[in-house]
Each structure stands twice: as C-alpha cells, then as structure tokens.
C-alpha cells in the first residue's frame, strides 16, 4: 500500500465515522409548553449606512398576550454577522420598543417600558458598551403620533408627559388597568 492509499483509506474511515456519528435529530411531538418558547420577530430598523440593524425579539412567556410590549433590542452587525442585546435585562422592565436611528446611524435612541407605564428613553452609541438611559422623563406614546425624532444627529426631540399627568391611551390602558380600575372605583365612592 503506498502512502497515497493510506490517506485515501483514512479519509474514508474518517468521513463514514463522521456520517455515522451524526444521527437523525430525535423527533418528539409538539406541547403545549413549546408555544411559550417561541420568539417572535418585531419591528426592524437599519443605520443609515446598513451595516447594523436593531430587531425587536419578543421575549418568551407565559402569556398570549403581546399587545403588551414584552419584547428586547438587540443589534445586528452585518459585517460580523453577531447578535448582541442592547435592551437591559433588569426585571423592571417589561419591554423595550421604538428603536429609531440617528440620521447619520451612529447613534440610535429606544424606550423602554416598566410595571408603572413609565416610558423612559434609552440612547446607545455606536462603538459604546451599553446604551444608557435618559433619565428624568416619561415619554408620551402613543400608535399614531411620534414619541421621538431625531432633530440632528446629536440631538432628540422627546415628547413627555407632565408631572403628574394622568396617563390615558392604549399602552398605558393595558399596562395599568387593573390600578386604575381601582382608583376610579374609590373616586365613585
């Protein structure tokens, strides 16, 4: 057997154990449970450049319901082909939504959402650690109106809720409805 054979014949036994070794994947049959840890793809931005791209993912719950915002940011660099969380994972927050890019795509603003149905604004910039949160306001969201633009590529225009401002509108129906359901009924007695 010369030295040619010898690698052939080893590159077969390598290649059949390879194939050998890869078994079928194990089927099972689809619970119930598995409907929890679904994901679901939401709103997608792009930087003006397209080499990044924010996604929102819904986090997987036990709940049904995603007309709450329940979902978290994260980042795609085209050019290194990685995922990266941007939205905090504290337990305070129930969601994060809206990310909207600069003009310039260096920098990209998001909110986030708490059990309170404090809106609160968050800005990352690109080459950053983590995005920080713009503390101090309560953004005012609502479907059909902006609750942020980008006036330049450093500045953001926020529309906020006054100090004490009674909240109305779907988000903050859904989020607060069992506390203000309460409130109101003391208000009527």
Sequence with gaps: MTRRSVAIISLGLILSFGVAAQ?????????????FRVRQVGATAWSADGRYATIELGRPGRSLDTTLPSSEIVLLD????????????????????NALWSPDGRRLAFLSVDASAAVQPWVWTVGAGAPRP?????????????AMVWVDNERLA??????????????????L?????AAQWRKLS
């Design 158 to 175: 926020l529309s906020a809720w006054d100090i004490g401002a009674e909240k109305s509108g779907a988000l903050y129906f859904k989020i």
């Design 134 to 146: 713009v503390r101090g306001l309560d953004v005012r969201f609502a479907a059909n109106e902006p």
């Design 78 to 97: 085209v050019k290194t082909r990685t995922l990266r969380a941007l939205s905090s994972n504290a337990s305070g927050y129930l969601g994060f939504f």
């Design 23 to 35: 078994s079928p994947p194990v089927q099972r049959r689809l619970k119930p449970d598995d409907l």
């Design 177 to 181: 409805r069992g506390p203000n359901s």
